[in-house]
């Protein structure tokens, strides 16, 4: 009998059962996968999630494999060009992006050694239930050996396509398709650091240095050009950063060597889900997903993770009703996370509303808030500080943006 059973062991999954093994929890976790193994991701971690990694005493072991830092961001959304880095969050003054198959391991291996119970190769087919309350998880070991355990809670961190959340019937209680997709993967050759750039005809292209000296390389268009995108991508990536930005579209044909196969993604659609119930919830991409193009994914998995572990904390101690608890840490993330949620649907469609136009046009044109852009990127300043209609118009006077431009509010 354990105290939680996690199921899902990647950037929500390991960091939660991390936490409550920590607070003396038994804590039982099981992945389909073994580790390291490698996932579609971003790859990119904010100072405020590399700042949950610093407190859990995980970020040297990060730094420790090779993965470079990063202090200089480059944006851009056609002609608008925003340069820079934010202030120091917690004495970080870079940010990374390791491979999953490095940081992921970090995690699981943390969990391990603050006496979680890790299986790997464990596929769940099912959960237990007694009473109208979830109860524990059956599922098969890579060998086929049927398995059961119980736990008076079961978090599902297992992805968009979380069996916890569709065994439970958990429904999308707010949600929008997603836009685009993507086609990313890694080059050596090339030292570009980190640049995320939107071009004319609604496509984008984005890198950054990770580990083993390559470079990630990405491409995104719109869903429908999908099919016709993957006919042949090596040709679509050079035609994509050609567009934009010649001079690096020159330098991937001349001195890039794609190093790995490409990774395909088609966005999942945005989504909150309910993600507590009797005896169960989700945390991560099972109960809350948005469109990668901002790069929140990691940072929002480790944050809600630890938010998570402490309201399951204050159920389990009996300080508090489980129920309520949980209900709680639901309200709590959709609070916190709703201003990243609605600056990602606004701006993944890879194109700029004429609000979002005005806001970081303006934004670019004044120094002290470009700075401001970088701590709202960072996670260091708060949207509605920045988004804050005052603090805009104060802004549209100081660069002189034309009246009919002067947008307050993204209505």
Do not use: Q
């Given at each position: 009998m354990y105290d939680v059973i996690v199921v899902g062991a990647r950037v929500a999954g390991s960091p939660l059962a991390m936490l409550l093994a920590r607070k003396g929890y038994r804590v039982l976790a099981v992945d389909r996968a073994t580790f390291p193994s490698d996932t579609v991701s971003t790859h990119y971690i904010h100072q405020a999630g590399l700042s949950r990694l610093k407190d859990w005493g995980l970020l040297d072991k990060v730094i420790a494999t090779g993965?470079?830092?990063?202090?200089?961001?480059n944006f851009s959304y056609t002609d608008i060009a925003l340069d820079g880095f934010a202030d120091p969050i917690d004495g970080i003054d870079a940010v990374y992006c390791p491979r999953r198959t490095v940081l992921d391991k970090i995690l699981i291996d943390a969990a391990a050694a603050a006496g979680v119970e890790v299986i790997e190769r464990f596929k769940v087919t099912d959960l237990v239930e007694h009473d109208g309350r979830v109860v524990g998880i059956r599922g098969t070991e890579g060998d086929g050996t049927a398995l059961e355990f119980r736990a008076?809670?079961?978090?599902?961190?297992?992805?968009?396509?979380?069996?916890?959340?569709?065994?439970?019937?958990?429904?999308?209680?707010?949600?929008?398709?997603?836009?685009?997709?993507?086609?990313?993967?890694?080059?050596?050759?090339?030292?570009?650091?980190?640049?995320?750039?939107?071009?004319?005809g609604r496509q984008q292209f984005a890198s950054w240095p990770t580990n083993d000296g390559l470079s990630l390389v990405a491409v995104m268009r719109p869903r429908d050009q999908f099919r016709d995108f993957r006919a042949d991508p090596d040709a679509g990536v050079n035609e994509i950063v050609d567009a934009i930005d010649p001079k690096y579209g020159e330098d991937l044909r001349n001195n890039g060597t794609r190093e790995e196969q490409f990774r395909p993604m088609l966005y999942p659609d945005n989504y909150y889900r309910q993600s507590f119930g009797p005896g169960w919830a989700l945390v991560g991409d099972a109960g809350y997903h948005k469109d990668p193009f901002t790069g929140w994914g990691i940072t929002d998995a480790f944050k809600y993770a630890e938010l998570l572990s402490e309201r399951i904390d204050d159920g389990l101690s009996g300080r508090r009703p489980m129920d309520e608890t949980l209900a709680d840490y639901q309200r709590t993330r959709d609070e916190q996370s709703a201003g990243t949620?609605?600056?990602?649907?606004?701006?993944?469609?890879?194109?700029?509303?004429?609000?979002?136009?005005?806001?970081?046009?303006?934004?670019?044109?004044?120094?002290?808030?470009?700075?401001k852009f970088f701590g709202l990127i960072a996670g260091g300043i708060p949207g509605e500080e920045f988004f804050a209609p005052q603090n805009l118009a104060d802004l549209y006077a100081e660069v002189d943006l034309p009246e009919s431009d002067r947008h307050l509010t993204p209505a």
């Open positions: 993965c470079p830092p990063i202090r200089h961001l008076p809670i079961v978090i599902g961190a297992d992805g968009a396509n979380s069996i916890v959340a569709s065994k439970v019937g958990a429904d999308t209680y707010r949600g929008a398709p997603g836009g685009c997709f993507v086609y990313y993967s890694y080059y050596s050759g090339i030292d570009w650091g980190m640049h995320h750039r939107t071009g004319f949620y609605e600056l990602t649907l606004s701006i993944s469609e890879l194109t700029l509303t004429p609000y979002y136009d005005s806001v970081f046009r303006a934004a670019a044109k004044s120094p002290a808030y470009t700075k």
